[in-house]
C-alpha cells in the first residue's frame, strides 16, 4: 500500500511541474530569446532551463514565489549556458542549405516582429547582469523582487534600470 502512495505523489509531482512549465513557458522562452540569437540554440537553452527546474523542483522549499524561483534557476542556467558557449569556438557553418524550419510565431505582424527582433538583439549586446535585470523588469517584477531574485539592492536596480534604459534606447536608435 505504501509503494501506491509514494507512486501517487510522484505521478501528481510531475503532474504539477508539467502544469507549471507549461504555465509559466512563455516567460522561460522569453529568457531563452534575451539570451541565445538562433532559434535551435534557444530550443537547447529552454530544455536545459527545463531539465533543471525538473532537476530542483522536488527540493522547492516555497520560500521564494514560484515564478521568482522559476526566474532564478532559468536565469543562472542562461548565463551557465552563455559562458559555456563563449568558451568553446565558434560553429562551423554547413556549405549546403537546410530546408527551413517552423516558424516562430504567426501572430505577431512583420512590422512588430522586427521592432522586437531589434529590441532583443539590443538586449542581447548588454552584460550578463544588465539582462537578467532587463528580463525580469520587462517581465513585470518589482525592484525589490528583482533585487531579491539577483542578489542586488533595490536603489542599485532602479540605477541599474535607468542607465539600461538609456543604452537600449541608443543601441535601437543606431540599428534603424
Known amino acids: 500500500m505504501?509503494?501506491?502512495n509514494v507512486?501517487?505523489?510522484a505521478k501528481e509531482i510531475?503532474?504539477?511541474f508539467v502544469a507549471l512549465v507549461n504555465r509559466h513557458r512563455p516567460m522561460?522562452?522569453?529568457v531563452c530569446r534575451i539570451y541565445e540569437d538562433g532559434a535551435e540554440e534557444r530550443k537547447d537553452l529552454f530544455q536545459e532551463i527545463v531539465y533543471q527546474l525538473c532537476r530542483s523542483y522536488p527540493t522547492f522549499r516555497g520560500e521564494a514565489h514560484i515564478k521568482t524561483w522559476m526566474y532564478r534557476v532559468a536565469l543562472n542556467t542562461s548565463i551557465t549556458a552563455f559562458r559555456q558557449r563563449t568558451a568553446r569556438p565558434e560553429h562551423v557553418e554547413l556549405e549546403e542549405e537546410l530546408p527551413p524550419g517552423p516558424k516562430?510565431?504567426?501572430k505577431?505582424?512583420?512590422e512588430e516582429r522586427g521592432r522586437l527582433e531589434m529590441l532583443y538583439s539590443a538586449i542581447r549586446s548588454l552584460n550578463k547582469v544588465d539582462r537578467a535585470v532587463v528580463t525580469l523588469y520587462l517581465e513585470g517584477f518589482e525592484y525589490r523582487e528583482i533585487a531579491e531574485t539577483l542578489?542586488?539592492?533595490e536603489t542599485n536596480v532602479g540605477v541599474k534600470l535607468n542607465r539600461i534604459k538609456t543604452r537600449l534606447q541608443e543601441r535601437v536608435r543606431g540599428q534603424q
Open 108 to 110: 505577431v505582424e512583420t
Open 28 to 30: 522561460l522562452e522569453r
Open 151 to 153: 542578489g542586488l539592492t
Open 7 to 9: 507512486e501517487t505523489r
Open 2 to 4: 505504501q509503494a501506491a
Open 104 to 106: 516562430e510565431s504567426g
Open 14 to 16: 510531475d503532474e504539477g
